[in-house]
Each structure stands twice: as structure tokens, then as C-alpha cells.
């Protein structure tokens, strides 16, 4: 399994957030901020600042929620973040049915 450290800086400017991500492997390889697709580093950044939902963080920065639960779980991240994977989906179940009663 990859384990990974995160450091995050956020600056909000006019109401919007910028978030830059570093993410350093435990091989030793390490992803620069450039490396990072911006919309990942923008949903990370939102999982990380609010109590909003895997689907809502992708949603919002534009990636889908399978992208940003490969890079979470392959990074770690969800544990880190203390992100509870299994209960975003039911969540998520319980949203999709409120939709339709």
C-alpha cells in the first residue's frame, strides 16, 4: 500500500479557495504541485476544510467521485483526512432516496 504525506497551503481570494497539494510517498518519490491535477488538489482541499461529502468535493471541483476515491485511497488520505469511505456511499443511498419519496 502507498502511504503518502499531504501538505496543503489554501488561500482564499474573493470568496474562492486556492488550494496547492504536495503529496510525498513513502518510496521516496515525490509529486510536485505542478504534478497535481488542480481539481484534485481543489476537491482534497475541500474534504479537508469542510464536512461536505466525497461526492459533493468532486462535484464542485469538477472530477468524478471514483477519481477522488482512487486518490484517496491510494494516497492514505482517507484515513489521514479521516474520511469513512463506506459511509459517504451510504449517505449518498440515503440522499438519492430522499430525492425520489
Given at each position: 500500500m502507498l502511504?503518502?504525506?499531504?501538505?496543503?497551503?489554501?488561500?482564499?481570494?474573493?470568496g474562492h479557495i486556492h488550494v496547492s497539494l504536495c503529496v510525498?510517498?513513502?518510496?521516496?518519490?515525490?509529486?510536485?504541485?505542478?504534478?497535481v491535477k488542480e481539481e484534485l488538489a481543489t476537491a482534497?482541499?475541500?474534504?479537508?476544510?469542510?464536512?461536505?461529502t466525497v461526492h459533493e468535493a468532486a462535484d464542485r471541483a469538477g472530477i468524478t467521485r471514483w477519481e477522488?476515491?482512487?486518490?484517496?485511497?491510494?494516497?492514505?488520505l482517507a484515513d489521514r483526512l479521516g474520511i469513512?469511505?463506506?459511509?459517504?456511499?451510504?449517505a449518498e443511498i440515503d440522499d438519492i432516496l430522499d430525492e425520489h419519496t
Open positions: 502511504v503518502a504525506s499531504l501538505a496543503v497551503s489554501i488561500l482564499v481570494i474573493g510525498t510517498a513513502s518510496m521516496g518519490d515525490e509529486t510536485g504541485v505542478d504534478d482534497v482541499g475541500l474534504l479537508a476544510l469542510t464536512d461536505g477522488l476515491e482512487e486518490t484517496l485511497e491510494n494516497t492514505d469513512e469511505m463506506d459511509a459517504d456511499v451510504a
